[in-house]
Nanobody, 121 residues
Framework: QVRLVESGGGLVQAGGSLRLSCAASGTIFSINGMGWYRQAPGNERELVATVTLGGSTNYAESVKGRFAISRDNAKNTVYLQMNSLKPEDTAVYYC???????????????WGQGTQVTVSS
């Protein structure tokens, strides 16, 4: 069984910073891509940032230059450093990881439970 547990959300004023963490645990053979998504009330879930096993990153245009995604493969953990936060960044943030639990099984995408980020103006 695999679990993704997020932490680091909270309430911050506009212009402030937060760092989200997401740790994968359980039966894990390998992790391919990892990423962060967010969903604001009334909106669909959208991609924020992704990072490959090799460290290549991809960002939504709305967060480029403000957010930075990174991962620690030894800890099976992905991070999202969020700077210069804006009220429109307010959402529930979800981490995602593409995990192979054993060498002979297919890669499955897992989701965390979500962490609330609220940016006040």
């Amino acid at each position: 069984q695999v679990r993704l547990v997020e932490s680091g959300g909270g309430l911050v004023q506009a212009g402030g910073s937060l760092r989200l963490s997401c740790a994968a645990s359980g039966t894990i053979f390998s992790i391919n891509g990892m990423g962060w998504y967010r969903q604001a009330p009334g909106n669909e879930r959208e991609l924020v940032a992704t990072v490959t096993l090799g460290g290549s990153t991809n960002y939504a245009e709305s967060v480029k230059g403000r957010f930075a995604i990174s991962r620690d493969n030894a800890k099976n953990t992905v991070y999202l450093q969020m700077n210069s936060l804006k009220p429109e960044d307010t959402a529930v943030y979800y981490c995602n990881a593409e995990i192979r639990s054993r060498p002979t099984v297919a890669v499955i995408g897992y989701w965390g439970q979500g962490t609330q980020v609220t940016v006040s103006s």
